[in-house]
């Protein structure tokens, strides 16, 4: 009986009338979120946590750094997990909303590198390392772009989607080597500082912002994910009743 | 109220930066959504009576 709501709902969620009512419905509720969290977060990052007896407040920095370098690693599993259900069960909506999340997941790559770049210039004293850790996350961007190329390069792009869906199940090998990359090489980037399973050497002072804006992150990917998702259906059903009828056109 | 921190410089234009991403995630869908429904609205007047009703 479960299995049978669970399966019927998912059938549902595959319509695209559906998921975009769905879209319209979530986002607004899953902008809320981000802002609240955003905003508890920053006024905590900027103004309650202390200054590091280190680095000084350069460290303030790794509250954006850190949840976006998180966010753009959680964000590719997700979109792994879709293009594999895109790939066995030819779900059009779970092909969709894998490739929306690439530009979402490229932008979080981008802060992740920019922000540690200019961490590491008055800390490290360079702006860049051909260290494993930053350069396994080039690479992630890298992999990002190439899915965003991919999936624009074919005309047909139900095509596009299936061959971009397989580079994002290749590309997911890169998602350990980046995460063990401070364990497996020798590297100028710290190792773990928060661990879930074990002792975390960052202060708990620290970490009330890291964890706001973790879960702000996490809104905002949610958040943008729907609304690319909705605008792809809309420009590919363009041409089918359902869109006069619901996406505010027929006025 | 701006608190003034050592290396501001770096700390600012890194939460700059997260701010002018965050804001294009927001602006450019919302974007994109009006410039497609106009799209639509435009192309439908166009071509009247040539939807896909079979396939809806």
Known sequence: MIWKTIKVGFHRLGSPPNFYRLCQRFSPWLWGGFFLCAAVGLYQ??????????????FRILYVHVPAAWQAMAGYVVMAILAFIALVWRIRIAEIMAMMGAPIGAAFSVICLATGSIWGRPMWGTWWAWDARLTSMLVLLFIYLGIMGLYSAFEDKRKGARIACILILVGLVNIP????????WT???QGSTIRFFGESTMHYSMMPPLVWMTIAVKFLFAAALLDRSRNEILDQD????WVL????VNR | ???????APYVWSCYGLFAIIVAWQIVQPMIQHRRLQ???????????GEYDDANP
């Open chain 1, 45 to 58: 990052a900027l103004y309650v946590v202390p200054p590091d007896y280190q680095q000084g407040d350069s």
């Open chain 1, 177 to 184: 080597i980046i995460h063990f990359s401070v364990e497996w």
């Open chain 1, 187 to 189: 590297t100028l980037h």
């Open chain 1, 238 to 241: 363009r041409r089918r009743r």
């Open chain 1, 245 to 248: 009828e619901h996406a505010g």
């Open chain 2, 1 to 7: 109220m701006i608190p003034e921190f050592d290396y």
């Open chain 2, 38 to 48: 106009a799209e639509i609205r435009e192309e439908r007047a166009l071509t009247a």
